[in-house]
């Protein structure tokens, strides 16, 4: 029986506002959006409704996420009464936790749709999805689901409902047969090269071409999807460039890189650095000594990568002599590793780079199915950041399995350990308990915590340590202090769906399934060997290697990259906190011309950037000078040109943007902000929350923004290009923009 959730919020707009449901004279709900209305076969997702606030009588599909308590006793019910029939939580995915990502369902009192979808009668119904014909209302900058009258799925009334589950009894996945060739995890949704164009696909039997072609890629940000099969053996001389012992995968992304039976790694690894969309499957990496810090796989600062069949086999067993063998670090996000192969690894899986680096609690990644085969340590050790460990087997692991420290969130559950001294390790009490002689191998003294259920512990060693396994729930650190309140399996468990193999059957699945040679269809490639159309021993590439390079543009450093498209080009010159951006050009609703310094940046956003002067030729919107972002730096010269902007002229302040391509430009003038302090520098907003777009502006130091201007985008990436972008209003002379105090998400962003 699932758990009943008892949430007493209303979901926020898309702007974030937290309201009451109570409506007032005093303040008149929202004006709605038009959208067209809903249809029962074609029905709007729930994260589509704030939008649609407003409608009536729409269909709204989506997964009930739990119960809520009677909205007019919300502070006394939590954690005591009874939830209420009336009411319910809809989300857009099934297992969704998060009260921020559902929406309020109010049933009709005493009505049939009341007695079939309430989850006080029904709690099976948690996670499972419902249609519903219903009105949707906005009040207060909140909106909910009411006047439901038809709905589809749920369950006949009953005379005498369960009483509600006891909320310590975690609910287990479904056990099932897990599909060898199938992504689950965090990583769910990641694609790779899918959808690849046959000049776009390739076979490498030559290391240095490969390392040459990545090279391209990197250098042009290319994200056209690609699809790579290697044969052969590749070497660590032929590391990226400069004969370091790693492939790099940087700046790129929609990259699938399958290895055949026969090919092997032989002393060289993968960076995956600054990229997503990524998947890696049935590659042999014989481990490379850890020069410069050399790992199997590294993934740093990125983003959606499954990491599929590989091997990772230990050429030394002397523990310093090798690093990691598939580390997750530097902020990287929604990661899987399944179904590989760990021999004799020392250092196998590091999540989270140090006890310093607090960021990494932005790292989600899960380990399922893999055989960790007579390693050492790190299976993995986490900190910071959450991994969902299942379904592994440990074969006498020597030093510990999993590890959890500094504020990880780790669940380890229906896994098989085989002769296992230290299945589980814990930077806090118990596991160093002061005055014990127990010393923990993980360092540190602030506490990870672990959930452990449904393991199997075979042939554990006489000399185990006790308890045995560790977990941690509710330690602070050494002395036994305790955080206020423990926590529970739902803490711990993600939102996504995922089944498990029996637990009794893990010892014979995961070593016949894992590793590389287990996959039907990578015994040859195919597709003959091209090595990418690179030619002349892997320095000098074809004038067609097979990809989409965006235009080029000058690396200023620092992650920040000058493009100019005018007849003149621009210049960017960077002084201390100040960057002075030169350039010709116009704005106008077909094509422009600019000067454009620019970065990455990965999902929702608030950007800043102080404009110190502007020296356009005319007053004109089309001579502008802010922040602009856009999902491709290419479409510049062209009517395609997808983008948002906030900026200044010489007088005025604009909103410029695109929504499709072959659309018609936008701009128009900016509400002013109602303060203004004498002699401050005007500061440019531009903020991405989904698919909205909002431009604005301050006149007294960011303290006050003007009326906000929004637009819609729908289709974007997750990662975006973002940066300042000015010209004079002038095809052929130029002006001078200077900006300085770039801030994205409250961070400085320096030039250099």
């Known amino acids: 029986m699932k758990r009943i959730l008892l949430l007493l919020l209303v979901v926020p707009l898309l702007a974030g506002a937290c309201g009451d449901d109570t409506t007032t004279e005093d303040t008149p709900d929202p004006p709605a959006t038009t959208l067209p209305a809903g249809t029962k076969d074609d029905p709007f997702g729930v994260g589509d409704l704030a939008a649609a606030a407003g409608k009536s009588a729409v269909w709204i599909r989506g997964y009930v996420a739990g119960a809520e308590a009677d909205a007019k006793a919300a502070v006394r019910s939590v954690g005591s009464d009874t939830p209420s029939r009336s009411n319910i939580l809809l989300a857009s995915k099934a297992n969704e936790y998060r009260p921020d990502k559902c929406i309020r369902v109010e049933l009709p009192d005493e009505s049939d749709v009341q007695a079939r979808l309430n989850v006080v009668d029904h709690p099976d119904l948690i996670g499972k999805k419902v249609l519903l014909r219903a009105d ?282 085989e002769g296992v001294k230290l299945p589980t390790d814990i930077c806090t009490y118990p596991a160093k308990p002061s005055g014990s002689s127990w010393v923990s191998n993980l360092t540190g003294s602030v506490a990870g915590y672990l959930y452990e259920r449904g393991n199997l512990f075979n042939n554990k060693p006489a000399d185990a340590t006790s308890p045995y396994p560790f977990t941690n729930v509710e330690y602070k650190a050494y002395n036994g202090e305790k955080i206020a309140t423990p926590y529970t399996y739902d803490d711990f468990k993600p939102a996504y769906n995922y089944i498990v193999d029996p637990v009794g059957r893990i010892a014979e699945i995961v070593p016949s399934a894992s590793g590389v040679g287990k996959l039907t269809g990578y015994s040859a490639a195919p597709k003959e060997v091209d090595n990418g159309g690179i030619t002349g021993g892997g320095t000098t590439p074809d004038p067609d290697p097979g990809t989409d390079p965006t235009p080029g543009g000058s690396d200023l450093g620092n992650g920040w990259t000058l493009l100019s498209n005018g007849t003149t080009a621009a210049t960017a010159v960077c002084n201390g906190g100040q960057l002075a951006l030169t350039a010709c050009g116009k704005f106008e609703s077909g094509t422009q011309t600019l000067g454009f310094v620019y970065r990455e940046v990965t999902g929702n956003f608030v950007a800043t950037a102080q404009v110190d002067s502007f020296s356009a030729l005319k007053d004109t919107n089309q001579a502008l000078a802010g922040l602009l972002v856009t999902p491709d730096a290419g479409t510049i010269s062209t009517g395609d040109f997808i983008h948002a902007m906030a900026a200044r002229s010489l007088t005025g302040f604009y909103y410029s943007n695109r929504t499709e391509a072959a659309g018609k430009g936008n701009k128009g003038a900016l509400g002013a902000p109602a303060a203004t302090t004498e002699g401050a520098k005007p500061i440019v907003r531009l903020e991405r929350a989904g698919d909205k777009f909002t431009a604005s502006y301050s006149l007294d130091g960011g303290a006050t923004f003007g009326a906000e201007k929004s637009v819609s985008i729908s289709g974007l990436p997750d990662k975006l290009l973002i940066g300042l972008a000015a010209n004079s209003g002038d095809s052929k002379k130029t002006s001078e923009a200077v900006f300085s105090n770039v801030k994205i998400n409250g961070q400085a962003v320096a030039f250099e």
């Open 136 to 417: 949707i209302v906005a009040a207060n900058g909140s909106v909910r689901i009411a006047n439901v009258t038809e709905q589809e799925g749920g369950k006949e009334p009953v005379e005498n409902p369960d009483p509600e589950p006891d909320p310590d009894v975690p609910t287990p996945p479904v056990t099932g047969d897990v599909e060898l060739d199938k992504l689950y995890g965090y990583a769910e949704g990641t694609t790779g090269g899918a959808g690849a164009t046959e000049a776009n696909i390739h076979h490498f039997d030559d290391g240095k071409k490969f390392g040459e072609w990545l090279y391209l890629r990197e250098k042009n940000k290319t994200m056209t999807p690609a699809i790579v099969w290697l044969s052969g053996t590749f070497h660590k001389d032929d590391g990226y460039r400069s004969g370091k012992p790693w492939f790099d995968i940087k700046r790129t992304g929609n990259l699938t890189i399958n290895g055949t039976n026969n090919f092997l790694m032989e002393n060289v690894g993968f960076f995956i650095n600054e990229s997503s969309n990524i998947i890696i499957r049935n590659i042999y990496i014989k481990m490379p000594k850890a020069d410069d810090g050399a790992d199997g796989i590294s993934m740093q600062e990125s983003n959606n990568v499954w990491v599929d069949h590989c091997t990772f086999e230990s050429i030394n067993q002397t523990k310093d002599y090798e690093d990691g063998s598939c580390d997750v670090t530097h902020q990287t996000y929604n990661v899987t590793v399944s179904w590989c192969h760990f021999i004799k690894t020392q250092k196998s899986c590091l999540v989270g780079h140090s006890n310093s680096q607090t960021a990494d609690t932005k790292i989600t990644v899960t380990f399922h199915h893999n055989f960790f085969d007579l390693s050492s340590s790190r299976h993995p050790r986490v900190r910071f950041g959450r991994a969902h460990v299942y379904n592994n087997y440990f074969n006498q692991v020597t030093t510990y399995g999993v590890g959890s420290a500094y504020g990880a969130m780790v669940l380890v559950e229906d896994n098989c350990f």
